[in-house]
């Protein structure tokens, strides 16, 4: 059995589309690793690849990756609604076969240490690979984002990062790497410009504030759209699903007198998470993920039994 790694890193980069598409090129470089997604925002200035292979492959390219946007980006120019600390803003490994969670800690510990080396990028680890408990949740570590990172990591030694100098690269900013679960990237947006509504929704269901278990919020404004938008990660969706997150932010949308406009996955999303969604919706008895016909094709030509 092939091992396999997702890694799903996010770059502050989501306007030049040039830019975003040479990055997406130096992880298609590296043999053995199968890319599968880049999506991007000129709102949020953000993009978001998905790739997968196995672990070395995969060490490889993000490495890779984290350079070439070291050369790319330029933190100190950026600007966009996404909370950010570097160029690579996050890169996580996530075990999707025949790999274990020990392996991927590993992985990002691997990583980390080399962008540090070699890169001169701060790294700090987060989720599984945290080496400190409050370091697990991605927002304690972004806290005042770049500008308030650089003016705090040389003289605040809680902020000392786990690989690399207490100094921000001059243009990358720090990186943050680690390991978890897959997780469903949602964004409600609703029908106001309002963004202290957004932010209150966000506020109410995310997990830290007393909401949803395995929820991250924020509120933010998509001006381009004169909307804003509940932005949201569920860091379990079996705990949380897609649809429970859905029906929260738009009832306490109405408490304010205000509709949901729309939703939208950013990047890939596990099926599961998508059938249970339309399972509870159309309110189905007894429907299980195995009934999706792609699901037991793909498990059928796999086991190389076509005879049944």
Same mark, same amino acid.
């Given at each position: 059995?092939?091992?396999?790694?997702?890694?799903?890193?996010?770059?502050?980069?989501?306007?030049?589309?040039?830019? !975003? #598409?040479?990055?997406?090129?130096? *992880?298609?470089? *590296?043999?053995? !690793?199968?890319?599968? &997604?880049? #999506?991007? &925002?000129?709102?949020?200035?953000?993009?978001?690849?998905?790739?997968?292979?196995?672990? %070395?492959?995969?060490?490889?390219?993000?490495?890779?990756?984290?350079?070439?946007?070291?050369?790319? !980006? &330029?933190?100190?120019?950026? #600007?966009?609604e996404h909370p950010r600390i570097g160029a690579t803003d996050v890169m996580p490994f996530i075990p999707i076969e025949d790999v274990t969670m020990k392996e991927c800690v590993t992985m990002a510990k691997e990583v980390g240490k080399a962008v540090a080396e070699y890169l001169h !990028?701060?790294?700090?680890?987060?989720? #599984?690979?945290?080496?400190?408990?409050?370091?697990?949740?991605?927002?304690? *570590?972004?806290?005042? %984002?770049? %500008?308030?990172?650089?003016?705090?990591? %040389?003289?605040?030694?809680?902020?000392?990062?786990?690989?690399?100098?207490?100094?921000?690269?001059?243009?990358?900013?720090?990186?943050? *790497?680690?390991?978890?679960?897959?997780?469903?990237?949602?964004n409600v947006y609703l029908d106001t410009k309002d963004i202290d509504i957004a932010k209150k929704i966000a506020k109410k269901v995310r997990f830290k504030d007393g909401g949803l278990p395995h929820v991250k919020a924020l509120g933010m404004e998509i001006q381009e759209r004169g909307l804003v938008q509940v932005s949201m990660n569920l860091t379990n969706y079996e705990v949380t699903p897609v649809h429970v997150a859905f029906e929260a932010v738009k009832a306490e949308a109405e408490k304010f007198g205000v509709r949901v406009h729309s939703s939208e996955i950013v990047g890939l999303v596990p099926m599961k998470a998508i059938a249970e969604t339309a399972a509870s919706y159309l309110k189905m008895e007894s429907f299980t993920v195995g009934q999706v016909l792609e699901k037991k094709m793909a498990e059928v030509m796999k086991k190389g039994d076509g005879k049944k």
């Open positions: 059995m092939v091992k396999l790694v997702e890694c799903v890193p996010n770059f502050s980069e989501g306007r030049r589309k040039e830019v !975003i #598409e040479e990055i997406a090129g130096t *992880i298609r470089g *590296i043999p053995g !690793i199968y890319f599968l &997604d880049a #999506e991007y &925002d000129k709102n949020h200035n953000r993009s978001v690849m998905t790739f997968v292979g196995p672990p %070395e492959p995969v060490m490889q390219a993000a490495f890779a990756a984290i350079a070439k946007a070291s050369e790319l !980006i &330029d933190l100190t120019k950026h #600007e966009g !990028i701060p790294v700090y680890l987060y989720e #599984e690979a945290a080496t400190r408990e409050d370091r697990k949740n991605l927002a304690n *570590i972004r806290k005042g %984002e770049s %500008e308030g990172l650089r003016a705090d990591v %040389e003289t605040n030694p809680d902020r000392k990062p786990d690989f690399g100098e207490a100094k921000l690269h001059p243009t990358a900013g720090a990186t943050v *790497i680690g390991a978890r679960y897959p997780l469903v990237a949602y």
